[in-house]
T-cell receptor, first 110, second 112 residues
Framework: RKEVEQDPGPFNVPEGATVAFNCTYS??????FFWYRQDCRKEPKLLMS???SGNEDGRFTAQLNRASQYISLLIRDSKLSDSATYLC???????????FGTGTRLQVTL | EAQVTQNPRYLITVTGKKLTVTCSQN?????MSWYRQDPGLGLRQIYY???????DKGDVPEGYKVSRKEKRNFPLILESPSPNQTSLYFC???????????FGDGTRLSIL
């Protein structure tokens, strides 16, 4: 089982739609989680950190479910500019490293 | 401006010719790391450094070396590059492992 798993997509949604991605992690010792956004062939950029209590930043909401070992990202009112690959990241504390998922591709269309 | 700078951005070279990809950050970050990104495999960590003179292997360290003599610099060295090291490479830095990471623009390496 991969340490961090994501559905690769693509998720094709119309502008204005709400879309959600899940990401599962295998290491129950993981403590820090992040969502990054990556545009084609560019560097990943932090979208948001994921806190235990969940957090919201504008149209984006991130949730953590420790019992089921997954994190989620919800995007409301999708914009064309949201089209990108979304990377889930878990910190595996005992190994002192970050593990990236392979990403979920989102395509928002008119 | 806070940034992570990698050089070169693009390099085409031949098997066996040693090369170094430089990485420099101006944010006084302690944690730095190198990743390679390949289609279908995502970002995989090559090496990381928790601080000056402290480096450790990531998931795919074979064929690579790193050094961390100064806080700001973390070069990636390919002593004898091979075609399977053709990839897109990213350097990243952060205040620590549990903090958001800042990525460089990437280096596209082609080993013929």
């Amino acid at each position: 089982r991969k340490e961090v798993e994501q559905d690769p997509g693509p998720f094709n949604v119309p502008e204005g739609a709400t879309v959600a991605f899940n990401c599962t992690y295998s290491n129950s010792a993981s403590q820090s989680f992040f969502w990054y956004r990556q545009d084609c062939r560019k560097e990943p950029k932090l979208l948001m950190s994921v806190y235990s209590s969940g957090n919201e930043d504008g149209r984006f909401t991130a949730q953590l479910n420790r019992a089921s070992q997954y994190i989620s990202l919800l995007i409301r009112d999708s914009k064309l500019s949201d089209s990108a690959t979304y990377l889930c990241v878990a910190e595996t504390g005992t190994a002192s490293k970050l593990t990236f998922g392979t990403g979920t591709r989102l395509q928002v269309t008119l | 401006e806070a940034q992570v700078t990698q050089n070169p951005r693009y390099l085409i070279t031949v098997t066996g010719k040693k090369l170094t990809v430089t990485c420099s950050q101006n944010m006084n970050h302690e944690y730095m790391s190198w990743y390679r990104q390949d289609p279908g495999l995502g970002l995989r960590q090559i090496y990381y450094s928790m601080n000056v003179e402290v480096t450790d292997k990531g998931d795919v360290p074979e064929g690579y070396k790193v050094s961390r003599k100064e806080k700001r610099n973390f070069p990636l060295i390919l002593e004898s590059p091979s075609p399977n090291q053709t990839s897109l490479y990213f350097c990243a830095s952060g205040q620590g492992l549990k903090q958001p990471q800042h990525f460089g623009d990437g280096t596209r390496l082609s080993i013929l």
